[in-house]
């Protein structure tokens, strides 16, 4: 029996995904996308929420808007690290969504502990795809904490 060579030979990895976003509509077309791919998706509309939810489950890879109210992308991610090295894990990939065109914030975006920024409106295609990446440990170690 032949095989398509563009099916895997074996199901993908599923993976954990933390949402953030206080923009409630964005929220519920990636949780769908992520969902319909297999993946377990939390959500969050606020940074405090989010580091609720990491704080109680095991999480594979993080996607935060950056500019929302009370606790920015930034403050998120350093909340994630702080976790992380009480713990004493590896962080948690962290990828920042913005539209503010905030690049030439790249040194904050690193001291914040973020690994990728993508910018919004961000193809869904294209963020799963980095989503997917983040999560495997073989293509895109985490950092250190």
């Known amino acids: ?7 895997p030979s074996e199901p ?15 929220l519920i077309i990636m949780e769908r996308g992520l969902r319909s ?11 405090s929420e989010a580091i609720e939810i990491f704080k109680e489950n095991v999480i594979d890879v993080i996607v935060c808007d950056m500019a929302m109210e009370g606790m920015d992308g930034c ?4 909340a994630v690290r702080k976790i ?3 713990r004493g894990i590896r962080k948690t990939p962290f990828i920042l969504l913005t539209g503010w065109g905030e690049f030439d914030r790249t040194e904050a975006f690193e001291e914040a502990g973020v690994d990728l920024v993508v910018e919004k409106p961000a193809d869904m295609k294209h963020l799963f795809n980095v989503i997917r990446s983040m999560a495997t440990p073989k293509s895109n170690p985490a950092r250190d904490c």
């Open 1 to 7: 029996m032949n095989r398509d060579p563009m099916t």
């Open 12 to 26: 993908e990895r599923k993976i954990r995904v933390l949402l953030v976003d206080d923009m409630k509509s964005l």
């Open 37 to 47: 791919q297999g993946h377990e998706v939390a959500v969050a509309e606020s940074g």
């Open 75 to 78: 403050a998120v991610s350093r």
């Open 84 to 86: 992380c090295q009480e």
